[in-house]
């Protein structure tokens, strides 16, 4: 599958893939500072943002449309940071491809399986009637009862888009998130570990990356460093940017 894709920079490439309900635009701040010493590549995964929709949607289905990627743009080789979901997808690129991925950033996300957490999100979402919402204020009244967290809103409501009637939708493919949500949830894993450069990141008041997920990590991902940034939770990048950047981009110009 063609995604969309944003290029920013030149320089060697790095391929930067957000979580689930998310979608490149959560990326772009952070991107255009990679893009200083980068040619960054910020990708709506397939069935968010801008990208196709599709009824097929798992890792590594998700892997191969990063392949055709490279493969698009002439690419033998580039740096790949994935953060969520998007981790689950760069591991398995790494671990299926390893030849295409010169470094690793998985950004707060274990290769373990995980509990559906996004199951009541994405149901509110779906409960949406939007034939009763005329602007973003009621779309974020509507789901206010269902989804608390005002922040966590915001987050959900940049997946809304205006028809050409005025009237709104999602952006996002909720029937096929729906329709597999357990198979994202599953873990990753590979007969051979990927020896190449990886950095795992994870926010300290996250519980994504746990002590005990270390050992499984190392195994997949042997010559993996683990860091944790200070005053984030999951969202790491969006709460603490600063200490984010500055310990991934000190990871990717290394000699590692």
Not at 180 to 191: D, K
Request: charged content about 25%; cysteine-free; aromatic content about 8%.
């Amino acid at each position: 599958m063609k995604l969309y894709y944003r290029k920013l920079g030149d320089g060697p490439p790095l391929v930067i893939l957000h979580g689930l309900l998310g979608s490149s635009d959560n990326w772009f701040t952070l991107g255009r500072r990679f893009a200083q010493e980068h040619q960054v590549f910020l990708v709506d995964l397939r069935n968010h943002g801008r990208s196709p929709h599709s009824p097929i949607f798992n890792f590594r289905a998700m892997a191969g449309d990063i392949l055709q990627l490279l493969h698009d743009e002439a690419l033998a080789q580039a740096r790949v940071l994935g953060h969520s979901l998007g981790g689950k997808v760069a591991m398995t690129l790494a671990l299926e491809h390893p030849d295409v991925v010169e470094k690793l950033v998985v950004v707060d996300i274990a290769p373990r399986a995980y509990a559906p957490a996004h199951l009541p999100f994405i149901s509110a979402m779906a409960q949406l009637d939007f034939s009763q919402i005329r602007n973003r204020e009621q779309a974020d009244a509507a789901l206010a009862p269902h989804v608390p967290d005002p922040t966590i809103r915001a987050f959900l409501l940049k997946n809304l888009r205006r028809l050409d009637n005025g009237r709104y939708s999602w952006k996002v493919n909720l029937k096929a998130l729906q329709e597999n949500l357990e198979e994202i949830y599953q873990p990753v894993s590979a007969t051979v570990p990927f020896t190449g450069p990886t950095l795992f990141v994870r926010g300290a008041r996250s519980d994504y990356i746990r002590e005990e997920d270390k050992k499984l990590i190392l195994k997949l991902f042997p010559s993996a460093r683990i860091v944790t940034i200070s005053k984030a939770g999951h969202w790491v990048h969006a709460e603490n940017p600063e200490e984010f950047y500055q310990v991934v981009r000190d990871f990717l110009i290394s000699d590692q």
